[in-house]
């Protein structure tokens, strides 16, 4: 941090810190949330022996990881200081990149499942990452399209972020 820094920059990187924490949280939760449903389809739900979970489990957990590690690291750092770069923007664009994923991801699932015994277990265990992921991506489609502004908790979050930048600086 330099000390040309005016409040105003300081406050949109504190800000920047805090969503990419609060991602971070999200992404952790829903990892642990659709991890574990699929865990116990695969151990009550299907005949299958092959513990195929984990052509979920580490792709995605080397993701989580990825992403503790840039939110860690990269979080505010060498940032452009633009009106873009925070805001409803960064949600739109958040929203519009979880949808990708949910696609490539549930059709993914959608083959494996299809290959992995669909005679054996005829339950389509798909159904259920699909429709709990679903539920989690209206909830993001709210936070980016109709619930733009910042909770208290993020006021409050923001506001201790912007008070260590402040005494870093100084």
Known sequence: MTAAMTDEDLYKIARKRVQDRKDFL?????????????????????????????WVVIPWGIGLLIHLFMVVVFSGRDMKIEEKSTGQGNR????????????VVNIILIVAWARTGTEANPVPWFVFPLVGWGILLV??????FVWPEETGWEKRQVERELERLRQRSS
């Open 26 to 54: 999200q992404h952790l939760a829903i990892y642990v949330i659709v991890n574990a449903i699929l865990a116990l389809v695969w151990a009550f739900g299907t005949d299958v022996d092959h513990p195929w979970v984990i």
């Open 139 to 144: 909830w993001n489609y709210f936070e980016a």
């Open 92 to 103: 739109k664009r958040g929203f519009y990149l979880h949808l990708g994923l949910y696609v």
